[in-house]
């Protein structure tokens, strides 16, 4: 892990080192980090079953811490870096090709801003395709969709984001097999991203792609858009929306997800979230190979007192089949449960 980010230093250092010493301006380590944990509830309660398909609250009846997060950015002048450190089982979760533990180095980029419209990073770091992020500060839902749980998590490798006036950017790259932070495989993945939005900010929209060959004939390719709307100081709609083709010995299979998130904040002090969220892996596409259909819908409160957030959530989650568990084992299409999660940032 650690010789493939030292690799891309010694790349980029020629050009660090030469910019940075033409360039006086200086910065101390802005050091910025976050703790959560959470206790869930399903109430079929089956034994020896979770009921859960999605990422990082994969419990049962227990508290749990989801992760704690250490950040660390500096720059001089031109040239910058960041580390990102994450310990608990959410981390280990993001991180799930790496060994079996549960720290793991969540980002850790060098960047070097060519000019004010062009701007290279190398490294790792979280994926650009979807809405939701891994860390619980960056969302007001607790529990995960399940476009995120099956989509990317990160890339290790380089890329170049490049102003093209007004609203709109364009970031291109390429990397290594998707959230692999080391690996022998030669094959490359292609990512991209194009944004834009209204000048004043009220509408934003984000088109995402990751796509590559995983074989001599197979690959996949996922298209992601992103809309954010404010409709109001207290009311937003947010919309993510994928489709990921998988191709495996000649034959394609795709899955899809649409979630639509509803933000209501009547106060400072209080935050409302409803996600639905329909998911669509009949063809058994991706990683879970549900063969079936999903519809969930999600209702999380934000209350927040200074840096603390408490988030107690109702989730009930329909299948087109029988993918969920009884009490007694018996299958069963539908099920729901509770949670309640604390979220500090500092």
Not at 19 to 42: E, M
Not at 243 to 253: E, H, P, W
């Amino acid at each position: 892990m650690l010789k493939k980010i030292l690799a891309v230093s010694l790349c980029f250092s020629g050009f660090f080192n030469a910019n940075a010493q033409s360039d006086s301006t200086k910065s101390s380590p802005v050091i910025t980090g976050s703790l959560d944990a959470y206790y869930r509830y399903n109430f079929a309660d089956p034994a020896g079953k979770l009921n859960n398909y999605t990422s990082f609250t994969n419990s049962q009846n227990s508290f749990e811490l989801g992760m704690a997060s250490i950040k660390v950015d500096h720059s001089i002048g031109k040239v910058s870096a960041t580390v990102d450190l994450g310990f608990g089982r959410r981390a280990q979760e993001f991180s799930y090709n790496d060994a079996n533990t549960m720290f793991s180095i969540k980002q850790a980029y060098l960047s070097w801003a060519v000019s004010d419209k062009f701007k290279l990073t190398a490294g790792k770091w979280a994926t650009h395709v979807g809405y939701e992020l891994v860390d619980a500060t960056g969302n007001r839902n607790y529990s995960m969709s399940y476009g995120f749980s099956y989509g990317p998590f990160f890339h290790t490798g380089v890329k170049a984001d490049i102003s093209l006036g007004g609203k709109s950017a364009l970031m291109v790259g390429i990397a290594s097999p998707t959230d692999f932070t080391t690996t022998t495989s030669p094959n490359k993945v292609f990512i991209a991203q194009f944004s834009t939005g209204t000048k004043n900010d009220k509408l934003k929209a984000y088109l995402n792609y990751q796509g590559g060959k995983t074989g001599s004939n197979s690959g996949f390719g996922q298209f992601d858009l992103v809309l954010l709307g404010t409709i109001s100081s207290k009311f937003t709609i947010n919309y993510d929306g994928t489709i990921a083709n998988v191709k495996t010995a000649g034959t394609t299979s795709s899955w899809s997800s649409n979630a639509v998130y509803l933000n209501f904040d009547p106060s400072s002090k209080l935050g409302l979230t409803l996600r639905g969220e329909y998911f669509d892996d009949k063809k058994s596409a991706s990683a879970g190979a549900f063969g079936s259909s999903v519809f969930a819908t999600t209702l999380s409160a934000n209350l927040k007192v200074g840096p603390l957030t408490f988030i107690p959530e109702i989730r009930m989650d329909n299948g087109s089949n029988d993918i969920f568990f009884k009490s007694g084992g018996t299958a069963t299409k539908s099920t729901s449960g509770f949670l309640i999660a604390a979220v500090y940032k500092f």
